[in-house]
C-alpha cells in the first residue's frame, strides 16, 4: 500500500524559533544541552516564554548519547513539574531524550496508577542530520551493559518542529559535514527500502539534490544561512521520508560499528556508503542510477549511473574532509578485525536491516565491514 503519514506540523524559516506563538502552553519543560544554555540560543527561547507570559523550567543535563540515567532524571522532572509542552532545543541527542522522557512518563504514570496526560512536544533541532523532529524513534543508551536501546512510538513523534537556519551557525563544520552525510545516508537508504513508495521517492530525490548542493557550502562557511536553511530542510524532509519507509544494511552496520568503536554516527554511515551501494546494486541499479541522472552524473546505462554515484559520494566525502578508513580513527586494525564476526553478527538482528533492497549473508556483512578497514 502506498502512502506517507505526517504527525508534525513543520514550521520553517529565520528567526522562527523566536517568532512562534507558544501561548497555547501555560507549562513548558526546556530541554536542552549546557552548551545551548551557555552560548545563549536557550535565551532565544525563554524570552519569548517571557513575553507570553509562559511558566518554563529548564532541564540542561542532555549530553552526547543520551544515557537512560539523564532520562530516568527527565522523568522526575517531568512527574514533578507536569508541562503542557516540552521544547527540545539541540541536536539528535537532546530531541532524543525530550521523546524518552514522554516514553518512559507514560510507563512511570502506569505503575503509579496516574491518568498520563502526554504534553505537546515541539522540536527545535540545532544540527540539521538526524530528522529526529519528525519521526517516531530515539535512541538511548544503557551506559552499564553497553548497549543501545532504540525507543519506537507513535507517542514521541513530534507535534511540532521549527526549523530555524539561524540557531544552526553555531554547529561546528566538523559536525555539519558528519551530520550532512547522515541526510544522505537517510535518503540513500530511504529510496531503495523495501517500503519506499512514491512518496517518499520524491521527497528522496529532493533531498539527493539539496545536499549535494549544500552540504560543500555549509561546511566551508558556517554563516551561509541560505545554505544553512536548505539543509536544515533536506534534513527534516529526509526524516520524514525515512520514517515512512525504514532505513536498510548502512544504518544497521553503522549502529553496531559506532556502538563497538568511538565512530560519531554520520562518519560510520560515510565509511560504508559505498560498499552498501555495491551490495544493493544487486536489485536497485536501476535506482541508484536515477539518482545519478537527477544529479546530473554520467547514466547512460544502470551500471554506469552507479559508478558515477559512487565517484560523486566519494568526491563529497573527501571534500568535507570524512575519514575513508576504519583506521584513520586512531582504530588498531587488530583489534577491529577480532571484532568483525561479532559485529556482523549483531547488524545481521539491527532493526534497520529488515527493510534493507538485499538481504545479506553474514559473510557479506563480514566482508563489508573488512572493506573499510
Ligand atoms: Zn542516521
Same mark, same amino acid.
Do not use: W
Given at each position: 500500500?502506498?502512502?506517507?503519514?505526517?504527525?508534525?506540523?513543520?514550521?520553517?524559516?529565520?528567526?522562527?524559533?523566536?517568532?512562534?506563538?507558544?501561548?497555547?502552553?501555560?507549562?513548558?519543560?526546556?530541554?536542552?544541552?549546557?552548551?545551548?544554555?551557555?552560548?545563549?540560543?536557550?535565551?532565544?527561547?525563554?524570552?519569548?516564554?517571557?513575553?507570553?507570559?509562559?511558566?518554563?523550567?529548564?532541564?540542561?543535563?542532555?549530553?552526547?548519547?543520551?544515557?537512560?540515567?539523564?532520562?530516568?532524571?527527565?522523568?522526575?522532572?517531568?512527574?514533578?513539574?507536569?508541562?503542557?509542552?516540552?521544547?527540545?532545543?539541540?541536536?539528535?541527542?537532546?530531541?532524543?531524550?525530550?521523546?524518552?522522557?514522554?516514553?518512559?512518563?507514560?510507563?512511570?504514570?502506569?505503575?503509579?496508577?496516574?491518568?498520563?496526560?502526554?504534553?505537546?512536544?515541539?522540536?527545535?533541532? !540545532?544540527?540539521?542530520? *538526524?530528522? +529526529? &523532529?519528525?519521526?517516531?524513534?530515539? %535512541?538511548?543508551?544503557?551506559?552499564? #551493559?553497553?548497549? @543501545?536501546?532504540?525507543?519506537?512510538?507513535?507517542?514521541?513523534?513530534?507535534?511540532?518542529?521549527?526549523?530555524?537556519?539561524?540557531?544552526?551557525?553555531?554547529?561546528?563544520?566538523?559536525?555539519?559535514?558528519?551530520?550532512?552525510?547522515?541526510?544522505?545516508?537517510?535518503?540513500?537508504?530511504?529510496?531503495?527500502?523495501?517500503?519506499?513508495? !512514491?512518496?517518499?521517492? *520524491?521527497? +528522496? &530525490?529532493?533531498?539527493?539534490?539539496? %545536499?549535494?548542493?549544500?552540504?560543500? #557550502?555549509?561546511? @566551508?562557511?558556517?554563516?551561509?544561512?541560505?545554505?544553512?536553511?536548505?539543509?536544515?530542510?533536506?534534513?527534516?524532509?529526509?526524516?520524514?521520508?525515512?520514517?515512512?519507509?525504514?532505513?536498510?544494511?548502512?544504518?544497521?552496520?553503522?549502529?553496531?560499528?559506532?556502538?563497538?568503536?568511538?565512530?560519531?554516527?554520520?562518519?560510520?554511515?560515510?565509511?560504508?556508503?559505498?560498499?552498501?551501494?555495491?551490495?544493493?546494486?544487486?536489485?536497485?541499479?536501476?535506482?541508484?542510477?536515477?539518482?545519478?541522472?537527477?544529479?546530473?552524473?554520467?547514466?547512460?546505462?544502470?551500471?554506469?549511473?552507479?559508478?558515477?554515484?559512487?565517484?560523486?559520494?566519494?568526491?563529497?566525502?573527501?571534500?568535507?574532509?570524512?575519514?575513508?578508513?576504519?583506521?584513520?580513527?586512531?582504530?588498531?586494525?587488530?583489534?577491529?578485525?577480532?571484532?568483525?564476526?561479532?559485529?556482523?553478527?549483531?547488524?545481521?538482528?539491527?532493526?534497520?536491516?529488515?527493510?534493507?533492497?538485499?538481504?545479506?549473508?553474514?559473510?557479506?556483512?563480514?566482508?563489508?565491514?573488512?572493506?573499510?578497514?
Amino acid at each position: 500500500m502506498n502512502g506517507l503519514t505526517l504527525t508534525t506540523k513543520i514550521v520553517s524559516g529565520e528567526n522562527s524559533s523566536y517568532n512562534y506563538d507558544y501561548s497555547s502552553y501555560s507549562r513548558v519543560l526546556i530541554v536542552t544541552d549546557q552548551v545551548m544554555n551557555k552560548i545563549g540560543l536557550c535565551d532565544i527561547i525563554t524570552s519569548r516564554l517571557n513575553e507570553q507570559r509562559i511558566k518554563y523550567t529548564i532541564f540542561d543535563e542532555v549530553e552526547a548519547n543520551p544515557s537512560f540515567e539523564t532520562v530516568t532524571k527527565g522523568v522526575a522532572e517531568l512527574v514533578e513539574f507536569n508541562p503542557d509542552a516540552i521544547i527540545a532545543l539541540g541536536g539528535g541527542s537532546v530531541i532524543d531524550a525530550a521523546k524518552g522522557f514522554i516514553f518512559y512518563g507514560k510507563e512511570v504514570h502506569k505503575e503509579l496508577n496516574k491518568t498520563f496526560v502526554k504534553p505537546a512536544l515541539v522540536a527545535i533541532p !540545532t544540527t540539521s542530520g *538526524a530528522g +529526529s &523532529e519528525v519521526t517516531a524513534y530515539a %535512541v538511548i543508551t544503557d551506559t552499564k #551493559n553497553h548497549i @543501545k536501546i532504540p525507543l519506537v512510538s507513535d507517542d514521541i513523534i513530534p507535534d511540532i518542529a521549527i526549523l530555524d537556519p539561524l540557531l544552526t551557525k553555531s554547529c561546528p563544520s566538523r559536525v555539519s559535514a558528519e551530520s550532512g552525510i547522515d541526510v544522505l545516508t537517510h535518503v540513500l537508504e530511504s529510496y531503495v527500502a523495501t517500503d519506499s513508495n !512514491t512518496f517518499t521517492e *520524491a521527497l +528522496s &530525490e529532493k533531498v539527493c539534490k539539496m %545536499v549535494f548542493q549544500e552540504l560543500i #557550502n555549509v561546511v @566551508k562557511d558556517g554563516n551561509n544561512i541560505k545554505s544553512r536553511m536548505i539543509m536544515h530542510e533536506a534534513s527534516c524532509l529526509a526524516g520524514v521520508a525515512f520514517t515512512n519507509s525504514g532505513l536498510g544494511l548502512n544504518h544497521a552496520m553503522s549502529h553496531i560499528l559506532g556502538g563497538k568503536f568511538p565512530i560519531p554516527h554520520g562518519r560510520a554511515n560515510a565509511l560504508l556508503m559505498p560498499q552498501i551501494i555495491k551490495l544493493n546494486k544487486r536489485n536497485s541499479a536501476d535506482k541508484y542510477a536515477k539518482i545519478a541522472a537527477l544529479l546530473g552524473f554520467p547514466s547512460s546505462t544502470d551500471e554506469e549511473g552507479v559508478i558515477s554515484l559512487l565517484v560523486g559520494v566519494e568526491y563529497l566525502c573527501n571534500t568535507i574532509q570524512l575519514e575513508r578508513s576504519v583506521t584513520e580513527f586512531g582504530i588498531s586494525k587488530e583489534d577491529y578485525l577480532a571484532a568483525i564476526p561479532e559485529m556482523a553478527k549483531a547488524a545481521s538482528v539491527d532493526p534497520c536491516i529488515n527493510t534493507n533492497p538485499v538481504k545479506p549473508t553474514i559473510q557479506e556483512i563480514e566482508e563489508i565491514y573488512k572493506a573499510i578497514l
